[in-house]
């Protein structure tokens, strides 16, 4: 299994960005595919989540409104379009896969490398 994320970079506070997350390797039909970040000195934690069948999703709360998970079935592509970014959205953001609906890092099994997201104020 393979989960190639990418889209980072240096942003100005207010702007947006849109993150990818390549997936292959498996049939990821039964899938719950997230996204998660690291601050620097801080826990990873959980800010967004799909279902790769049916699209269900579920954000963190200090996301919520700002930013939105989709995919793209055809091209295995799962997206996290985030806007409004502020200072404290900074950190690595990392694309995971796993088959339960629990935004927590131990419950997926992929991770892909991490994209790091800097937003400056």
């Known amino acids: 299994v393979q989960l190639q994320a990418f889209g980072g970079g240096l942003v100005q506070a207010g702007g947006s960005l849109r993150l990818s997350c390549a997936a292959s390797?498996?049939?990821?039909?039964?899938?719950?595919m997230g996204w998660f970040r690291q601050a620097p000195g801080k826990e990873r934690e959980f800010v967004a989540a799909?279902?790769?069948?049916?699209?269900?999703?579920n954000y963190a709360d200090s996301v919520k409104g700002q930013f939105t998970i989709s995919k793209d079935n055809a091209k295995n592509t799962v997206y996290l379009q985030m806007n409004s970014l502020k200072p404290e959205d900074t950190a690595v953001y990392y694309c995971?896969?796993?088959?339960?609906?629990?935004?927590?890092?131990?419950?997926?099994?992929?991770w892909g490398q991490g994209t790091l997201v800097t937003v400056s104020s």
């Open positions: 995971a896969s796993g088959t339960r609906w629990i935004p927590r890092a131990e419950a997926y099994d992929y």
């Open positions: 799909i279902t790769w069948t049916g699209g269900v999703r």
């Open positions: 390797g498996r049939d990821f039909s039964r899938s719950v």
